[in-house]
């Protein structure tokens, strides 16, 4: 079998990271695997190397936004994680949130704008958010306080158009969904914004799991994130992120997105989660395995 891993995205590294440790656990676990760096050549490599099936760990734009799910379903290679569809949803932060909505699912206020204008005016009342559209792991992200005068100057790497989001204030709240069961509760604790470096450095946060929060809100959770993982078609593993304000109780719980292919490096969430539940890490990954398939 295949793990990609790498590929042209700004999360590079952490797709390194994911692959190569998916990758000894399930050598662990007595599977034939091989490490693909997703390149042009990707249809060239996974042809001449006929895989069984294809662990996807890439992460960022073209890995968990429906192209490379394209290419594998054309190819007719079981993958890991959800679909083109539910992949380009969720990658789509404007698009998913509309989704959300429908769902009755509580987000806040954003809008699509240039960048231009993200920088000529307030677009919203600050405080805000100006990121990508379309990235993850917080790359990019501007946070404008409340009484800022003046909008953000972002950085040319930018993309052309950007989302700028109402600022939800409170802890920070994850839930993994696995074979369509939320498993539990996450509080991430950091000194600051649970920026890239508190993501991925080791002591760059604290992880409380399961979270020490009321029981309503623990259920609500649960429930918000098995609702935004089927409003998305998602299959196998997702986690979906919240913010959730104390002083405004259960109206304060926020979701904020659903990652399709949550990272599984030696920080992150996911599989803390799972191990919380009783599933080891290798066992987490022989089980996406399993669950891999095409045309969907």
Same mark, same amino acid.
């Given at each position: 079998?295949?793990?990609l891993?790498?590929?042209?995205s700004?999360?590079?590294?952490v797709?390194?990271?994911?692959?190569?440790?998916?990758a000894?656990?399930l050598?662990?676990?007595?599977?034939?695997?091989?490490e693909?760096?997703?390149g042009?050549?990707?249809?060239?490599?996974l042809?001449?190397l006929?895989?069984?099936?294809?662990l996807?760990c890439?992460?960022?734009r073209w890995?968990?936004?429906?192209c490379?799910?394209?290419?594998?379903?054309w190819?007719?290679?079981?993958?890991?994680?959800?679909?083109v569809?539910?992949s380009?949803?969720?990658?789509?932060?404007q698009r998913?949130?509309d989704?959300?909505?429908?769902?009755?699912l509580?987000?806040v206020?954003s809008?699509?704008?240039?960048?231009?204008a993200?920088?000529?005016?307030?677009i919203?009342?600050?405080?805000?958010?100006?990121?990508?559209n379309?990235?993850g792991?917080?790359? !990019?992200?501007?946070?404008?306080?409340?009484g800022?005068?003046?909008?953000?100057?972002l950085a040319?790497t930018m993309?052309?158009?950007?989302?700028?989001e109402?600022?939800?204030?409170?802890?920070?709240?994850?839930?993994?969904v696995?074979?369509?069961?939320?498993l539990?509760?996450?509080?991430?604790?950091?000194?600051?914004?649970?920026d890239y470096d508190a993501?991925y450095?080791? !002591?760059?946060?604290?992880h409380v799991?399961?979270?020490?929060?009321?029981s309503d809100?623990?259920?609500?959770?649960?429930?918000?994130?098995?609702r935004?993982?089927?409003?998305?078609?998602c299959?196998?593993?997702s986690r979906?992120d919240?913010?959730?304000?104390?002083?405004?109780?259960?109206? !304060?719980?926020i979701?904020?997105?659903?990652n399709t292919?949550?990272g599984?490096?030696?920080?992150?969430?996911?599989?803390?989660?799972?191990?919380?539940c !009783?599933?080891s890490?290798?066992?987490?990954?022989?089980?996406?395995?399993?669950?891999?398939?095409c045309?969907?």
């Amino acid at each position: 079998m295949a793990v990609l891993m790498g590929g042209p995205s700004a999360e590079r590294e952490v797709s390194l990271s994911t692959g190569r440790a998916c990758a000894a656990a399930l050598r662990e676990r007595d599977y034939n695997v091989i490490e693909v760096d997703a390149g042009p050549d990707l249809c060239a490599v996974l042809t001449d190397l006929g895989p069984d099936a294809v662990l996807n760990c890439l992460h960022g734009r073209w890995g968990e936004d429906g192209c490379v799910q394209g290419l594998l379903e054309w190819m007719r290679l079981p993958y890991s994680h959800s679909g083109v569809l539910s992949s380009a949803l969720a990658m789509d932060k404007q698009r998913s949130k509309d989704l959300f909505r429908a769902a009755g699912l509580p987000v806040v206020e954003s809008r699509i704008v240039s960048r231009e204008a993200a920088m000529a005016g307030h677009i919203l009342p600050p405080p805000y958010v100006v990121k990508p559209n379309n990235e993850g792991s917080s790359v !990019g992200i501007y946070i404008v306080e409340e009484g800022a005068n003046t909008p953000p100057q972002l950085a040319k790497t930018m993309p052309d158009t950007v989302m700028v989001e109402a600022f939800a204030p409170g802890r920070e709240l994850t839930t993994t969904v696995m074979d369509d069961r939320a498993l539990t509760v996450t509080d991430i604790i950091t000194t600051g914004w649970y920026d890239y470096d508190a993501k991925y450095t080791p !002591g760059g946060s604290t992880h409380v799991v399961p979270a020490d929060i009321p029981s309503d809100i623990f259920d609500l959770c649960l429930d918000y994130a098995l609702r935004a993982h089927r409003a998305l078609g998602c299959r196998g593993v997702s986690r979906t992120d919240f913010r959730w304000d104390e002083a405004r109780g259960a109206e !304060g719980l926020i979701l904020l997105e659903t990652n399709t292919q949550p990272g599984m490096t030696a920080t992150s969430l996911s599989p803390e989660q799972a191990e919380a539940c !009783g599933i080891s890490f290798p066992d987490l990954c022989a089980w996406m395995v399993e669950d891999a398939s095409c045309n969907r």
